[in-house]
């Protein structure tokens, strides 16, 4: 079992930036894959981010947002930069055994609110 609990959502303007993390408890963070997905009203829940052996990015947020992790804090973190109002979403954290970038996703945090004001 683990759970999942992001922090760091608020409301920003357009350009700015923002931290969002992710703390992880009830088993050992190293072996999970972890991630950030996001869901905007009226629209279906997307992949955002992912750090396994490597990092992957959406290419909506590919060279302004950056996925880090911090196994001894069991934390994940997501740094974005030069936000947009297109950003505005719920921001979820996911941690998966295997195949988070597919979605296959085995635990979800309970979400954050980012808004990116024009």
């Known amino acids: 079992q683990v759970q999942l609990v992001e922090s760091g959502g608020g409301l920003v303007q357009a350009g700015g930036s923002l931290r969002l993390s992710c703390a992880a408890s009830?088993?050992?963070?190293?072996?999970?894959?972890l991630g950030w997905f996001r869901q905007a009203p009226g629209k279906e829940r997307e992949f955002v981010a992912a750090?396994?052996?490597?990092?992957y990015y959406a290419d909506s947020v590919k060279g302004r947002f950056t996925i880090s992790r911090d196994n001894a804090k069991n934390t994940v973190y997501l740094q974005m930069n030069a936000l947009k109002p297109e950003d505005t979403a719920v921001y979820y954290c996911?941690?998966?055994?295997?195949?988070?970038?597919?979605?296959?996703?085995?635990?979800w945090g309970q979400g954050t609110q980012v808004t990116v004001s024009s």
């Open positions: 996911a941690a998966a055994r295997t195949g988070i970038i597919r979605g296959t996703i085995d635990y």
């Open positions: 009830g088993r050992t963070f190293s072996t999970y894959e």
């Open positions: 750090i396994t052996l490597s990092t």
